[in-house]
């Protein structure tokens, strides 16, 4: 089994987290017994990166999914070539695009969502499912998403949020409200159900740790 991670956050992360493998998406894929691919830069969002002063911004994750390599938009990433076929993508974008001011405008935050989707879907094709999340940010975040995947922009779109009120925010979120280890386990229990339904794999009784 294989579960590709398709998203921008790093950022939300710690640095102890990120070594020892405690972030919610390692907790997912070690509980399934799965494989992952992440692709993440800290601060990037799909049409506007963490704390720029315009409404949108040059080189977001819309720019750097298919990237080879972290900061060189060449070569690009060769997916025909790679034999790595995963068996859900999970987007995580948002909450760079929505925690500071300005806001990107609906139609923005589309546009560059939507370059990211077609970019997934041009490489894997329509049968492998997409798992949009949206992010524990205030609206218009949560909104948006949504209805992009209501209107069904590629084939095969699915969604799921992580909303606030899933952790206690006094002993669950470490620096500027990232979550600690406690608030991913909790991140990992909301979105274990949906990867297990998109997937077919089974959701065991067992820790998510």
Same mark, same amino acid.
């Given at each position: 089994?294989?579960?590709? =991670?398709?998203?921008?956050?790093?950022?939300?992360?710690?640095?102890?987290?990120?070594?020892?493998?405690?972030?919610?998406?390692?907790?997912? *894929?070690?509980?399934?017994?799965?494989?992952?691919?992440?692709? *993440?830069?800290?601060?990037?969002?799909?049409?506007?990166?963490?704390?720029? =002063?315009?409404?949108?911004?040059?080189?977001?994750?819309?720019?750097?999914?298919?990237?080879?390599?972290?900061?060189?938009?060449?070569?690009?990433?060769?997916?025909?070539?790679?034999?790595?076929?995963?068996?859900?993508?999970?987007?995580?974008?948002?909450?760079?695009?929505?925690?500071?001011?300005?806001?990107?405008?609906?139609?923005?935050?589309?546009?560059?969502?939507?370059?990211?989707?077609?970019?997934?879907?041009?490489?894997?094709?329509?049968?492998?499912?997409?798992?949009?999340?949206?992010?524990?940010?205030?609206?218009?975040?949560?909104?948006?998403?949504?209805?992009?995947?209501?209107?069904?922009?590629?084939?095969?779109?699915?969604?799921? *949020?992580?909303?606030?009120?899933?952790?206690?925010?006094?002993?669950?979120?470490?620096?500027?409200?990232?979550?600690?280890?406690?608030?991913?386990?909790?991140? *990992?229990?909301?979105?274990?159900?949906?990867?297990?339904?998109?997937?077919?794999?089974?959701?065991?009784?067992?820790?998510?740790?």
């Amino acid at each position: 089994m294989s579960l590709l =991670k398709s998203a921008a956050t790093v950022s939300v992360f710690t640095l102890l987290s990120r070594i020892t493998g405690l972030i919610r998406d390692m907790l997912i *894929a070690r509980y399934f017994g799965a494989d992952y691919t992440l692709i *993440a830069h800290s601060g990037r969002g799909a049409a506007r990166n963490y704390g720029d =002063k315009n409404a949108t911004s040059q080189n977001t994750m819309a720019d750097r999914v298919a990237n080879t390599f972290d900061e060189a938009a060449e070569p690009a990433w060769d997916f025909a070539a790679s034999p790595y076929r995963p068996d859900l993508v999970v987007i995580n974008l948002g909450s760079n695009d929505f925690s500071t001011l300005p806001h990107p405008s609906r139609d923005e935050f589309a546009a560059a969502y939507t370059r990211i989707l077609q970019t997934l879907r041009g490489a894997y094709g329509d049968e492998m499912p997409i798992l949009c999340v949206a992010p524990r940010v205030s609206e218009p975040a949560f909104t948006y998403i949504r209805d992009l995947c209501q209107a069904g922009v590629v084939p095969n779109l699915h969604f799921a *949020a992580i909303l606030p009120g899933y952790c206690n925010d006094g002993s669950e979120l470490g620096s500027s409200a990232h979550p600690n280890y406690a608030g991913h386990r909790k991140m *990992a229990m909301l979105l274990i159900p949906y990867v297990s339904t998109l997937t077919g794999w089974e959701a065991e009784i067992k820790p998510i740790e």
